[in-house]
T-cell receptor, first 117, second 113 residues
């Protein structure tokens, strides 16, 4: 079945530093990838939609200059949390849709737990 | 996307069937009903989806009401590994640019041995 790999699975960084999270579709091409954030005991919140070869579309309230998204190929999207602060500590999850049928399921990575100290 | 309503939590005994309800009274004609589940500390995984007819796959069954205003995810024999948060999501395959999923609160299923 379709697999989405997310790396790293967890990361601890100091306040003010930047962290890059990678999301790869391993056995299919994904023209669109989605980045979600999940705080403890809460549901997933969509941050942005990443389209291959074009700028990402950010949800209201998500700072595009803080959460840099690059979708340079059909199998890789990256999310960089710049100048991270403790309030950015969260579970970040990417997902990808096979570029086939419009109603095809989304495939999710296993998430990256970011802790900013 | 139209909203869904699910119970916050449910309990089940191991090896018994589980029926997880979902209300979606404002569903539109082009909304598919999707179910995903999220195990602890993992990303969500796809379970099943349907439009009008009941659906079966190796993981579960989806029963859709005739008026489509509600649906039920059926796990035929719950195992401890089925303990997760189950999300019922409506997804407009025609008008949803990019086809992202909007997650609600979901139902936390607890399975007792």
């Amino acid at each position: 079945g379709a697999v989405v790999s997310q790396h790293p699975s967890w990361v601890i960084c100091k306040s003010g530093t930047s962290v890059k999270i990678e999301c790869r579709s391993l056995d299919f091409q994904a023209t669109t990838m989605f980045w979600y954030r999940q705080f403890p005991k809460q549901s997933l919140m969509l941050m942005a939609t990443s389209n291959e070869g074009s700028k990402a579309t950010y949800e209201q309230g998500v700072e595009k200059d803080k959460f840099l998204i690059n979708h340079a190929s059909l199998t890789l999207s990256t999310l960089t949390v710049t100048s991270a602060h403790p309030e950015d500590s969260s579970f970040y999850i990417c997902s990808a849709r096979w570029q086939g049928a419009a109603n095809s399921p989304l495939h999710f990575g296993n998430g990256t737990r970011l802790t900013v100290t | 996307d139209a909203k869904t309503t699910q119970p916050n939590s449910m309990e089940s005994n191991e090896e018994e069937p589980v029926h997880l309800p979902c209300n979606h009274s404002t569903i539109s004609g082009t909304d598919y009903i999707h179910w995903y589940r999220q195990l602890p500390s993992q990303g969500p995984e796809y379970v099943i989806h349907g439009l009008t007819s009941n659906v079966n796959n190796r993981m579960a069954s989806l029963a859709i009401a005739e008026d489509r205003k509600s649906s039920t995810l059926i796990l035929h024999r719950a195992t401890l590994r089925d303990a997760a948060v189950y999300y019922c999501i409506l997804r407009d395959a025609i008008n949803n640019a990019g086809n992202m999923l909007t997650f609600g609160g979901g139902t936390r299923l607890m399975v007792k041995p």
